[in-house]
């Protein structure tokens, strides 16, 4: 089962435009953290926000949580041609302490 | 270069063979993790390990085994049981519940 699930499953967007994409998930977190996949490669860590925190930046992204809603959005400012990735968003279950990824958002930046 | 090793990057096999995927880790990681990719999806977990000597199921172990004699070692034997096999197969390391890091992968077909 996934524990999370992202939202739009896809997105295309303008060079330079911002790009958010959505996260849900189900039960009691630790964490949410944000991934990177290139096409054909492993994923690559973007950032980690606990379950105590509500914002969180690096560099051109930026992370929300509100684990009222089990909910989180990763945006990213003034996207690049580079940034052309699928995005995953992963959860460290409370008790059963395993790291569950969703579904992933497919993110196209249009030259 | 501290790092995962995963191997070997493309793997073909037979209906009703056993595979073996190899994964390793020279970053002191306690925690290691296998999951499942298939074209345009998430990553499903298999297994994971906290521990040398331990290990637990995720939410797809049927069909797969693996062993943890090692802390830096974590092989996944993709069994002739797997009706499914063909997938991209990805391990990850983690001191625990952190950021994950992953191998680029093994890319597993059958013929």
């Known amino acids: 089962s996934q524990q999370g699930e992202e939202d739009p499953q896809a997105l295309s967007i303008q060079e330079g435009e911002n790009a958010t994409m959505n996260c849900s998930y189900k039960?009691?977190?630790?964490?949410l953290q944000w991934y990177r996949q290139n096409s054909g490669r492993g994923l690559v860590h973007l950032i980690l926000?606990?379950?105590?925190?509500r914002e969180k930046h690096s560099g051109r992204l930026r992370v929300t949580l509100d684990t009222s809603k089990k909910s989180s959005s990763l945006l990213i400012t003034a996207s690049r041609a580079a940034d052309t990735a699928s995005y995953f968003c992963?959860?460290?279950?409370?008790?059963?302490?395993?790291?569950?990824f969703g579904s992933g958002t497919r993110l196209s930046i249009r030259p | 270069d501290g790092g995962i090793t995963q191997s070997p990057k493309y793997l073909f096999r037979k209906e009703g063979q056993n595979v073996t995927l190899s994964c390793e880790q020279n970053?002191?990681?306690?925690?290691m993790y296998w999951y499942r990719q298939d074209p345009g999806q998430g990553l499903r977990l298999i297994y994971y390990?906290?521990?040398?000597?331990?290990?637990q199921k995720g939410d797809i172990a049927e069909g797969y085994s693996v062993s943890r004699e090692k802390k830096e070692s974590f092989p996944l034997t993709v069994t002739s049981a797997q009706k499914n096999p063909t997938a991209f197969y990805l391990c990850?390391?983690?001191?625990?519940?952190?950021?994950?890091?992953f191998g680029e992968g093994s890319r597993l077909t059958v013929l």
């Open positions: 990850a390391s983690s001191i625990w519940a952190g950021e994950l890091f």
């Open positions: 926000i606990r379950s105590n925190e």
């Open positions: 390990s906290q521990i040398v000597n331990d290990f």
């Open positions: 992963a959860t460290d279950y409370s008790s059963a302490s395993k790291i569950i």
């Open positions: 970053l002191n990681h306690d925690a």
């Open positions: 039960t009691s977190i630790n964490n």
